[in-house]
Nanobody, 118 residues
C-alpha cells in the first residue's frame, strides 16, 4: 500500500492544522489507518509514538496527550484518513507519519513536518 501524507506546516501555539493521507494499491479490509509522530531529536526508525488510529469499524484510539484536541476521521470509500489538530502546543512539534496496517503488514507515509512555535 502506498501512502501520501500532507498538510503539515508551521503554526503558533493554539493554532490548527489538518493532515491528510491517501492510500492506494491493494487495500484489504479490515485494516487500521492512523497517524504516528516522531519528535525532533529521535533517530530514524525509532521514537515514533502513536497519535491516533482508527480501525475499520472499530474503536478509535488517541494518545492521552492529544485527547480533546485532535480528531481522526477516515473515508473508506476514498481510502483516506485525516487528522484535525487544534489547540496545538510546542510539544506537538514532530514529523507526522500516516500509517496503514492489514494483518501483520504495516506501511508508512513519507511524513509531514508539523512545527508549533510558542
Amino acid at each position: 500500500v502506498q501512502l501520501v501524507d500532507s498538510g503539515g506546516g508551521s503554526v503558533q501555539a493554539g493554532g490548527s492544522l489538518t493532515l491528510s493521507c491517501a492510500a492506494s494499491g491493494n487495500i484489504f479490509r479490515p485494516n487500521d489507518m492512523g497517524w504516528y509522530r516522531q519528535p525532533p531529536g529521535s533517530g530514524p526508525g525509532s521514537g515514533r509514538e502513536l497519535v491516533a488510529i482508527t480501525p475499520t469499524g472499530g474503536i478509535t484510539k488517541y494518545a492521552d496527550s492529544v485527547k480533546g484536541r485532535f480528531t481522526i476521521s477516515r473515508d473508506n470509500a476514498q481510502n483516506t484518513v485525516e487528522l484535525q489538530m487544534s489547540g496545538l502546543k510546542p510539544g506537538d512539534t514532530a514529523i507526522y507519519y500516516c500509517y496503514f496496517r492489514h494483518r501483520s503488514t504495516a506501511d508508512w507515509g513519507r511524513g509531514t513536518q508539523v512545527t508549533v512555535s510558542s
